[in-house]
């Protein structure tokens, strides 16, 4: 009995192992689950991200096949484009080749009709003194037959007549030869005329007159005056006959100012009230257009007319180097201590120059000096430039007929010019300067107290133009509109435009300033007016 219930009780304690067991097992059940979804929901988003790297590995490998196979077009066309340019480089090569050889060709031409033509002008030569010699030879000798033979018979002076009339016809025959070659001959020399004497009288070439006179001597010895033209006028001047020098002028670069110009705080103070006063409105100013750009020249010259111009040249080297050397000392002695007296002189310059028939081509066989020339030339045409502009500006008269617009317009448009003029001359002051002391050049016309100054007033002048016609224009509009403030608001601008410029106003501009100012505040406090006038009428009608 015990037995049993020992296995039964061994039975009981395995039952109750195996319920344990199986109790912890169920726990686990849901945990495992949990973990097989996490997994089975792993696998799943690998596989999608694999396929769709998948796809993304597709179209990069078409987009790459796309792209090499384009780039291999494109390297088929540079090879076809790099073919093509070599094509037209060689072509080009042979072309300039083609050319050279027939410059070549032309200057040959050139060369051997020059020493046939010289040839003929020898052989011309020594014909013509042949036949003065014989001739001379030949008046003695009839002198003396004649009065040997004064009693012939005359059968034999008629046979003297026949023998000499081809004589005669002869001589006769060889005249029109003479006068082709002397057509086919090249033009005579040219002899240069004397530049017009300097206001300072020994301002240009004081330091070689001698070597002056001494070209002058060889120009008169190797070039003949031609008979029209006078000789004084013709030859350069000699230090043996100077001419009579006038009496010094006053110095124009520098003129004294005729009023005192002075900085005016009430011109600032006032464009400053009326543009903050005015900062609301959108008063767009018209902006100018760039200057277009210069066209480039075309340096291939016609084909036909080539020869012709090489044998020009040619000849202008060859007959006209005394006058060409001449030109030379006269340029290399040149100094001046007023730039009055270099714009006659380059004017002169330029006119004995445009005697040949190319310039540039014929001064490279000579030493030319062209940085000289270059800033001489620089020198008078900027200070021509300059005089011009102050000539427009101060001989500006406002028409009252005119539209006030138009002539407002027209002087902003001379106040710009002025105002780049005296920028670029500015900018590019300092290395001119040190070209043009350099070369014996004056600069003093360049600096603050010459043809700045100058500048300077004109604008001054001009805004009291400005100011007196916008003033005018108010007189005549009335009524305190938008016009009204327009038109000051453009006095003021402009006004403070110039008196920042200038440095400040005279007497006559400063008084035509507080005019306009006094207007001005006429006409706002009239504006003032007809709007509370406008607002009372609006509130009385609402009630």
Same mark, same amino acid.
């Given at each position: 009995?015990?037995?049993?219930?020992?296995?039964?009780?061994?039975?009981?304690?395995?039952?109750?192992?195996?319920?344990?067991?199986?109790?912890?097992?169920?726990?686990?059940?849901?945990?495992?689950?949990?973990?097989?979804?996490?997994?089975?929901?792993?696998?799943?988003?690998?596989?999608?991200?694999?396929?769709?790297?998948?796809?993304?590995?597709?179209?990069?490998?078409?987009?790459?096949?796309?792209?090499?196979?384009?780039?291999?077009?494109?390297?088929?066309?540079?090879?076809?484009?790099?073919?093509?340019?070599?094509?037209?480089?060689?072509?080009?090569?042979?072309?300039?080749?083609?050319?050279?050889?027939?410059?070549?060709?032309?200057?040959?031409?050139?060369?051997?009709?020059?020493?046939?033509?010289?040839?003929?002008?020898?052989?011309?030569?020594?014909?013509?003194?042949?036949?003065?010699?014989?001739?001379?030879?030949?008046?003695?000798?009839?002198?003396?037959?004649?009065?040997?033979?004064?009693?012939?018979?005359?059968?034999?002076?008629?046979?003297?007549?026949?023998?000499?009339?081809?004589?005669?016809?002869?001589?006769?025959?060889?005249? @029109?030869?003479?006068?082709? /070659?002397?057509?086919? =001959? *090249?033009?005579? +020399?040219?002899? $240069?005329? %004397? !530049?017009? &004497?300097?206001?300072?009288?020994?301002?240009?070439?004081?330091?070689?007159?001698?070597?002056?006179?001494?070209?002058?001597?060889?120009?008169?010895?190797?070039?003949?005056?031609?008979?029209?033209? @006078?000789?004084?006028?013709? /030859?350069?001047?000699? =230090? *043996?006959?100077? +001419?009579?020098? $006038?009496? %010094? !002028?006053? &110095?124009?670069?520098?003129?004294?100012?005729?009023?005192?110009?002075?900085?005016?705080?009430?011109?600032?103070?006032?464009?400053?009230?009326?543009?903050?006063?005015?900062?609301?409105?959108?008063?767009?100013?018209?902006?100018?257009?760039?200057?277009?750009?210069?066209?480039?020249?075309?340096?291939?010259?016609?084909?036909?007319?080539?020869?012709?111009?090489?044998?020009?040249?040619?000849?202008?080297?060859?007959?006209?180097?005394?006058?060409?050397?001449?030109?030379?000392?006269?340029?290399?002695?040149?100094?001046?201590?007023?730039?009055?007296?270099?714009?006659?002189?380059?004017?002169?310059?330029?006119?004995?120059?445009?005697?040949?028939?190319?310039?540039?081509?014929?001064?490279?066989?000579?030493?030319?000096?062209?940085?000289?020339?270059?800033?001489?030339?620089?020198?008078?045409?900027?200070?021509?430039?300059?005089?011009?502009?102050?000539?427009?500006?101060?001989?500006?008269?406002?028409?009252?007929?005119?539209?006030?617009?138009?002539?407002?317009?027209?002087?902003?448009?001379?106040?710009?010019?002025?105002?780049?003029?005296?920028?670029?001359?500015?900018?590019?002051?300092?290395?001119?300067?040190?070209?043009?002391?350099?070369?014996?050049?004056?600069?003093?016309?360049?600096?603050?107290?010459?043809?700045?100054?100058?500048?300077?007033?004109?604008?001054?002048?001009?805004?009291?133009?400005?100011?007196?016609?916008?003033?005018?224009?108010?007189?005549?509009?009335?009524?305190?509109?938008?016009?009204?403030?327009?038109?000051?608001?453009?006095?003021?601008?402009?006004?403070?435009?110039?008196?920042?410029?200038?440095?400040?106003?005279?007497?006559?501009?400063?008084?035509?300033?507080?005019?306009?100012?006094?207007?001005?505040?006429?006409?706002?406090?009239?504006?003032?007016?007809?709007?509370?006038?406008?607002?009372?009428?609006?509130?009385?009608?609402?009630?």
């Amino acid at each position: 009995m015990v037995e049993e219930l020992r296995d039964r009780e061994a039975r009981l304690k395995t039952d109750l192992l195996e319920h344990k067991l199986l109790k912890e097992s169920v726990a686990i059940v849901p945990m495992l689950e949990n973990e097989i979804s996490t997994k089975d929901a792993e696998v799943e988003r690998a596989s999608k991200r694999i396929l769709f790297l998948e796809a993304e590995n597709e179209r990069l490998r078409v987009e790459m096949e796309e792209v090499t196979q384009s780039f291999e077009e494109q390297r088929r066309e540079g090879q076809e484009r790099i073919k093509a340019m070599e094509g037209e480089i060689t072509e080009l090569k042979k072309m300039a080749l083609d050319r050279s050889r027939m410059e070549l060709i032309l200057e040959n031409d050139e060369l051997s009709a020059s020493q046939r033509f010289q040839g003929l002008m020898e052989v011309s030569e020594k014909s013509n003194l042949i036949r003065n010699l014989k001739r001379a030879t030949r008046c003695p000798d009839a002198v003396v037959n004649q009065h040997n033979h004064k009693v012939e018979q005359p059968e034999a002076k008629n046979d003297e007549v026949v023998t000499e009339g081809p004589r005669h016809s002869r001589c006769d025959s060889e005249e @029109p030869a003479e006068s082709t /070659l002397c057509n086919v =001959k *090249s033009r005579i +020399p040219r002899v $240069p005329k %004397p !530049p017009k &004497p300097s206001s300072s009288p020994y301002s240009f070439a004081t330091t070689s007159s001698s070597s002056s006179t001494g070209s002058s001597g060889d120009v008169e010895k190797a070039i003949p005056a031609p008979p029209p033209v @006078p000789t004084k006028q013709m /030859l350069p001047p000699s =230090k *043996s006959a100077p +001419p009579p020098p $006038p009496p %010094p !002028p006053p &110095p124009k670069g520098k003129k004294p100012m005729p009023a005192k110009v002075r900085r005016v705080p009430e011109v600032v103070e006032f464009y400053h009230s009326l543009m903050r006063r005015d900062s609301r409105r959108d008063l767009g100013s018209g902006v100018m257009d760039p200057p277009s750009t210069a066209k480039a020249r075309d340096m291939i010259g016609e084909i036909e007319n080539r020869s012709a111009h090489l044998l020009a040249i040619k000849t202008d080297v060859e007959t006209q180097g005394d006058f060409i050397r001449f030109l030379i000392k006269k340029v290399e002695n040149a100094s001046f201590t007023n730039i009055e007296d270099v714009v006659p002189f380059v004017k002169w310059l330029d006119d004995e120059l445009s005697y040949l028939v190319d310039e540039r081509a014929v001064l490279k066989h000579f030493q030319w000096p062209e940085q000289k020339a270059d800033a001489l030339r620089e020198a008078a045409f900027g200070y021509c430039d300059f005089k011009k502009l102050e000539s427009e500006a101060s001989s500006f008269r406002g028409d009252a007929r005119q539209p006030c617009a138009s002539a407002l317009k027209k002087m902003q448009a001379l106040l710009e010019k002025l105002e780049h003029g005296i920028y670029n001359l500015s900018r590019l002051r300092e290395s001119a300067t040190k070209r043009y002391k350099a070369f014996q050049i004056p600069v003093e016309w360049m600096l603050d107290t010459g043809i700045v100054s100058q500048i300077k007033l004109v604008c001054i002048k001009l805004a009291l133009k400005y100011m007196k016609r916008v003033s005018a224009e108010l007189e005549t509009v009335g009524g305190g509109g938008p016009e009204e403030e327009e038109l000051i608001v453009q006095g003021v601008r402009f006004a403070f435009r110039v008196h920042q410029f200038a440095g400040g106003f005279d007497v006559e501009t400063m008084k035509a300033f507080q005019e306009m100012r006094d207007k001005a505040s006429s006409c706002h406090v009239e504006c003032q007016n007809q709007q509370h006038k406008y607002v009372g009428c609006s509130r009385a009608t609402t009630c």
